[in-house]
């Protein structure tokens, strides 16, 4: 869809990101009214599409959701808010069995479904599709489903440049192009009943990420921008096991590959789980993470190798052919010459996924009239501290629809969007340059300073490093410049800026959170969720 032909000025339902929390929304809108799908690249890139592990669900009722609840609390460390985890699991059920309605492919063994399991779940509950590629199957069946559908239209290689408002709520969104075929598209201001944030995450804040290029936070940080409150910022979680070799992509080594066997070894062939949880390589995902964060730290401060092995895995009794269970993540170290059935791998942790985000209620309503979030770029508190392994496509079916069943249920009128805004000019060449550096020493600092391992003077260097980088940021829009990578790098600042300070008020350690200087749970202070107010100080609530 091109911007200033197709688009009109109103659409009734208006949705940022086409991952599995924005399509589920657009499919249930759609049959009250027009639904525009913004999303900054193709339909499909997304976090959604890398999803490799699977899709946690307790299909069998009764007694097996129970048991999703609990592991859901537990793994969340005293934070979950438990209403929503609750909504979580029995609504999820029903929300496979319609996404399987509409063709989505589940692996499945003589008709039966197969199951894995990840860390902190008490049985194998995690669904899989062509072993390690969930993301893209729930994906490729959401994007047919909506495609199928006359009332939903999508704005590809297009971003929201900025939501707004009419008096105190959110009534439409300026668009402008992202580059890719849409490039040269003027902006346009589009007015809308309600605005949806389904951005996912923003795993680019950290200088090493399992996330895509595209996950930099945009509509978390549009929504804070325009006033609303932000939660649970402080807790990012870092996915034990990205492949670690020199100059390559932190390419994700799915937890299911412990599901199925694989330990973790230290650069001495030690197993050295057995020194940090009973449940050894699948103990919750925070606790691993510092596991293999220490484990792979000299005393001097340099780096040594940690593995993950699977080479007892085959051959022992076990029937498992590794390739055929997980052919892309086979495919991906092929090219480095790395074999899951031969060759210890070399992993260590990396951002993967933001529990924080846009403060909402069960049912999708933030603390702004008109819009809405639902999925990673939200915060229902469904994750707590820590969320469970393979929860977050489960989130996005339950809170997409949930969030559209109350956009709906509002029924609030269009109301007039104004003029849209003008052009800004391009960076130039070496604008971009200075861009670029800037958003590398963000990204370097926040993994520095507000990683893993974290404490009070760390996080004062993060905030000195972050406030120089966003003052160039901030100069080149001052001077009017624009376009997707100054946007990007702006919502960068100020995701970067919310976990920062957020990490520095909740003075305890906490799931992913954890701080060196106060190294315990404190729960008679801080068994509470951050919120980020508008007024930009940070409240600890009780939900
Ligand atoms: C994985 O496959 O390990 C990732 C799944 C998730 O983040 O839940």
Redesign the pocket.
Request: proline letters at 0%.
């Given at each position: 869809m091109k911007l200033g032909s197709e688009v009109d000025s109103f659409v009734d339902f208006l949705i940022m990101g086409a991952g599995v929390a924005g399509l589920r929304a657009a499919v249930e809108l759609a049959a009250h009214g027009d639904v525009l799908v913004v999303t900054k690249e193709s339909l499909g890139e997304s976090n959604t599409h890398y999803?490799?592990?699977?899709i946690?669900v307790a299909m069998e009722g009764g007694e097996d959701v129970a048991l999703h609840l609990e592991d859901t609390v537990n793994a969340g460390d005293g934070l979950v808010y438990r209403p929503a985890a609750e909504l979580l699991v029995t609504e999820g059920p029903a929300r496979v069995a319609e996404l399987i309605e509409w063709g989505a492919n589940f692996d499945r063994e003589a008709g039966r479904l197969l199951k894995t399991r990840?860390g902190a779940h008490s049985l194998a509950r995690i669904l899989h599709a062509s072993g390690?590629a969930t993301g893209a199957e729930i994906s490729r069946s959401l994007v047919a489903c909506a495609r199928s559908h006359p009332r939903i239209h999508f704005a590809e290689w297009t971003m929201v440049t900025g939501l707004v408002k009419a008096g105190n709520r959110v009534a439409g969104a300026d668009l402008a192009s992202a580059g890719g075929p849409a490039n040269g598209n003027s902006p346009q201001r589009v007015g809308t009943r309600a605005v949806l944030i389904a951005s996912g995450g923003a795993g680019q804040v950290y200088s090493d990420t399992t996330n895509p290029a595209v996950a930099t936070g945009d509509g978390i940080a549009l929504a804070a921008r325009a006033g609303a409150e932000l939660a649970d910022m402080e807790f990012y979680?870092f996915?034990p096991?990205a492949l670690s070799i020199p100059g390559t992509p932190r390419f994700?080594?799915?937890?299911?590959l412990r599901g199925e066997g694989a330990y973790l070894r230290n650069d001495c062939g030690e197993r050295f789980m057995e020194r940090y949880h009973a449940l050894l390589e699948l103990a919750p995902?925070d606790v691993v993470a510092r596991a293999i964060a220490r484990e792979g730290m000299d005393e001097n401060g340099g780096v040594r190798p940690v593995y993950l092995d699977m080479r007892h895995v085959t051959g022992q009794g076990k029937d498992i052919d590794l390739h055929k269970r997980f052919p892309g993540i086979s495919a991906f170290l092929a090219q480095y010459g790395l074999d899951l059935a031969r060759d210890p791998i070399p992993v260590r942790p990396a951002a993967?996924?933001l529990m924080g985000g846009v403060r909402t209620d069960l049912a999708g309503r933030t603390s702004l009239g008109g819009l809405y979030a639902a999925g990673e770029a939200a915060c229902t508190g469904v994750h707590g501290a820590n969320?469970?392994?393979?929860?977050?496509?489960l989130e996005g079916l339950v809170f997409g629809a949930r969030a559209a069943q109350s956009m709906l249920a509002d029924g609030l009128p269009l109301a007039a969007a104004g003029a849209p805004l003008a052009a800004c000019t391009p960076l130039s060449g070496s604008e971009s340059e200075l861009l670029d550096v800037c958003v590398a020493k963000l990204q370097k600092s926040m993994w520095t300073c507000a990683g893993l391992l974290r404490d009070a003077a760390t996080l004062r260097e993060g905030l000195r490093a972050h406030a120089e980088c966003d003052a160039g940021i901030e100069h080149l829009v001052q001077e009017g410049r624009g376009g997707r990578r100054l946007a990007e790098a702006q919502a960068l600042s100020r995701v970067a800026h919310a976990i920062l300070r957020s990490a520095m008020a909740r003075a305890e350690s906490r799931g992913a959170h954890f701080r060196n200087d106060y190294p315990q749970r404190n729960d008679a202070d801080f068994q509470k969720h951050s919120v980020l107010r508008r007024d930009g100080r940070v409240v600890f609530e009780e939900w």
């Open positions: 999803a490799q592990g699977g946690a990840e390690d979680q996915h096991t994700l080594l799915s937890e299911a995902r993967h996924y969320r469970l392994a393979s929860n977050s496509l």
